[in-house]
């Protein structure tokens, strides 16, 4: 089996052009559905709280849940009674049940319990977070173990009952939004999550993209706006431009890690800090307490927002043998701001980067929208006036703005609205691992989707009958820089010579922000794909499909059927290594041929939700595969956070890493090609200058397979170099035998001349 590493590379320029699918949105399929039939709803899943909407009578409509409140907290309780609590019953309880109460689950959601981010939640939340079989981060309450996409589906079925309530009718279908930053795992275990509440997901949008919908919607000039969306566990920021009823996303950049949520923990950090200096006792570890506390800094928080002082009353928060134990502190708004200052601070370099990325200046910018309740803080709108240089609009409410959004997107796909069409983007680079660890870009960030995209690649070694394309997301040059998000091999490749198989691999992306991705030999059509999936645990289907293909892929290795593995990569770095892995699948049943020969067409579609398929198709045998990318871990806070950065700052160094690798790739390919050549002629050269160029393509060799493996000591000029010295040399072996063939043949076509006195012959 070839490791992508060893089994794709690209090929040349010429014909990546020929063989390239421009990438461009399928515009005509965005503008409504006309399969679907009743009410759609827009729901906004929040971290802290969410939100329901309808799209009635030419305007979208919040509707109140059952506690006469417009907006929901994300709260889910199990009571030792059996019963399950959503929503404020649930939150209210939370002090007295704070093991089997959870919150704050969406942080978890497309999350692998070994992430940095889930390692530190755990520290801060009183209920258990727990690894699942498959590594997920899930959650236990009452002994059972819930995926944070069944928690979300709790909270989703309350704002399903809400609408159906309020309609007097089933709902069956909904537009779910998303943290603009949320990769895919992310973005379908969200669907999951509406699924499991008996919502069929038409589309899952962007939140800052959504909110810009609902402050557009009654607007008909021409416009470029700026989205702050700092909510209670994401930060997103988008530019947007908006003409006649078009809202085209221009560039998106965040945190997915930052909020409300963590403005809580810093405060709450702040309170446990006093307290012990004042008592001398640690309550750190007392669930109830850290929940009185919680609360406490929530209240305290929202209060600083329209007054410059609150006091933190929490009596008998524990007892000691001298009596009961109590927190009193004035808490003043400066001193807020001071405690959360990094976390605001943390906002400002995705908003430069955002800017960069649209070429927008902030003078162009006509209005900047705030959305989630923190832009309610002081401090948080000085900050934004600061960054963009005006005032911000406060023409959106800022909790239920992006539940409008999705109702008037849940409006457009219902048919119930025309006149608007909405363009976002996908907000990191995804690619494939190639020769040397290189992270190969199909489809740049903040790319509009739906799209689709293809580029051809081929095998890197004589015979090899199968690849694996590994899927990669983020911005550095190097895949070992970026996030893998999974792989697929795409097997069966007829053996052909290094070069000649096309597998034309194909990137999918759909308007929900999933990916597809599909490899295809083009020779036998052999195809492979995945999409990545969500990290919410295995379904029934998902159970068996694992078997059936493990049962199918053990008679294939009994038969030793040759295997590629595609693995499909999104990110900005060079090299595989550097990026994220989206998924993986196989092509099998490729004839066997020298390495280069076969011709593995891989092809990436993204569709109008940014869903990605890939497909591998073996040129010569029409064999194919594709995939929608299977699940993965979701991006870590600093793995989102740094993938831009690291691919700025690492931009010369992933440069001349590159270098290295593609001079060793052609340094390889230049001493197979030789030796192959010198074999044909072996007996015309001259034994000397014969063992001169052996010699030359040795040491060509040696240097470029220390290239490849990543030796620091080798620069590319170096590769180039020695394989310059050896092409001389060789250069001038076939010379001398071309001459000798040609003076040869000149001495045979040559007339024989008369001898003197004899008559020429006629």
């Known amino acids: 089996m070839y490791g992508i590493t060893r089994s794709l590379r690209s090929t040349p320029v010429s014909a990546l052009r020929a063989a390239t699918r421009t990438a461009t949105p399928s515009l005509g399929s965005r503008r409504w559905n006309s399969k679907v039939s009743g009410p759609v709803i827009g729901i906004d899943l929040g971290t802290t709280n969410s939100c329901v909407s309808i799209f009635e009578a030419g305007s979208p409509k919040v509707l109140e849940n059952s506690e006469g409140a417009r907006t929901t907290p994300s709260v889910v309780a199990f009571t030792k009674d059996g019963e399950r609590l959503v929503g404020q019953p649930a939150r209210r309880q939370a002090v007295v049940n704070a093991e089997n109460t959870i919150f704050a689950s969406k942080r978890l959601i497309g999350r692998k319990f070994s992430d940095a981010e889930v390692q530190r939640d755990i520290k801060q939340v009183p209920y258990k977070i727990v690894p699942h079989t498959n590594g997920d981060a899930w959650v236990e309450a009452r002994g059972e173990k819930y995926s944070p996409s069944q928690i979300g589906a709790f909270v989703v079925g309350k704002m399903k009952d809400t609408a159906s309530s309020y309609l007097g009718k089933p709902v069956k279908h909904a537009v779910i939004t998303v943290p603009a930053y949320f990769n895919d795992s992310q973005r ?25 919908l609902a402050y557009g919607l009654d607007k008909n000039d021409s416009a470029v706006i700026a989205v702050y969306d700092l909510g209670g566990g994401t930060f997103d920021i988008s530019i947007l431009e908006m003409q006649k009823g078009v809202f085209e996303v221009k560039s998106t950049n965040g945190d997915t890690h930052l909020g409300g949520e963590d403005f809580d923990i810093a405060l709450v950090n702040y309170i446990l800090e006093e307290f012990k200096k004042q008592e001398g006792i640690d309550v750190s570890n007392d669930r109830m307490a850290i929940q009185r506390v919680r609360e406490a800094a929530e209240r305290a928080k929202i209060e600083l927002s329209s007054t410059s002082q609150t006091d933190i009353s929490l009596p008998y928060i524990t007892a000691t043998a001298e009596g009961p134990k109590h927190i009193n502190i004035t808490l003043t708004r400066s001193k807020l701001e001071q405690i959360v200052k990094p976390l605001i601070d943390r906002t400002n370099e995705p908003c430069q980067k955002a800017l960069r990325d649209a070429g927008i200046k902030p003078s162009e910018l006509n209005d900047v929208i705030l959305v989630g309740g923190m832009t309610r803080m002081p401090k948080v709108i000085e900050t934004v006036k600061a960054t963009f240089g005006k005032e911000p609009s406060k023409g959106v409410n800022p909790d239920e703005a992006v539940a409008m959004g999705a109702a008037i997107q849940a409006g457009v796909l219902a048919g ?114 995945m999409t990545i999936a969500s990290s919410s645990g ?94 993965s871990s979701g991006l870590s806070d600093n793995e989102i956070e740094n993938m831009v950065a690291d691919a700025e700052r690492y931009a010369e160094e992933d440069k001349a890493r590159r270098a290295v690798i593609e001079e060793a790739d052609k340094g390889e390919s230049f001493v197979a090609d030789t030796e192959k050549s010198m074999a044909e002629f072996e007996s015309q050269f001259d034994a000397a200058e014969r063992e001169k160029v052996k010699k030359l393509l040795a040491e060509l060799r040696e240097i470029s397979a220390k290239g490849a493996s990543g030796d620091a000591s080798v620069k590319g000029e170096d590769i180039k170099a020695a394989m310059d010295a050896a092409q001389q040399a060789s250069l001038g072996l076939f010379q001398k035998v071309y001459e000798s063939r040609k003076q040869s043949g000149e001495a045979e076509a040559k007339p024989e001349e008369p001898k003197e006195g004899e008559p020429k012959k006629e």
């Open 416 to 529: 119930n609205v025309t006149d608007i069409l909405l363009l976002d983007v996908t907000p990191l680079s995804l690619g494939i691992e190639t020769l040397g660890g290189v992270f190969t870009r199909l489809i740049n960030r903040n790319t509009t989707i739906p799209t689709k995209k293809s580029q051809s690649f081929s095998t890197a070694a004589d015979g090899q009958t199968a690849i694996e394309v590994k899927v990669y997301q983020g911005e550095r040059e190097l895949v070992r820089d970026n996030k893998l998000l999974g792989n697929f091999q795409l097997t069966g490749l007829p053996p052909a010579p290094k070069g000649v198989p096309q597998i034309q691999i194909t990137f999918d992306i759909d308007a929900d922000g999933i990916v597809n991705v599909s490899a295809v030999d083009k020779a036998t059509n052999r195809e492979q794909s």
């Open 188 to 212: 379908q275990a969200t669907k999951d999550a509406g699924q499991i509440a008996g919502l069929d997901v038409l589309r899952v949008i962007n939140e800052p993209t959504a909110a810009a």
């Open 538 to 631: 295995l379904s029934d289907n998902e159970i068996e499909n694992m078997v059936a293909d493990a049962e199918r892929y053990a008679e294939e290795d009994k038969a030793r059927r040759a295997v590629i593995e595609d693995k499909v990569y999104q990110g900005e770095r060079e090299l595989v290594r550097d990026n994220k892995l989206l998924g993986n699948f196989q092509l099998t049943g490729l004839p066997p041929a020298p390495k280069g020969v076969p011709q593995i067409q891989i092809t990436f579609d993204i569709d109008a939700d940014g869903i990605v398929n890939v497909s591998a198709v073996d040129k010569a045998t029409n064999r194919e595969q594709s995939m929608t990318i299977a699940s």
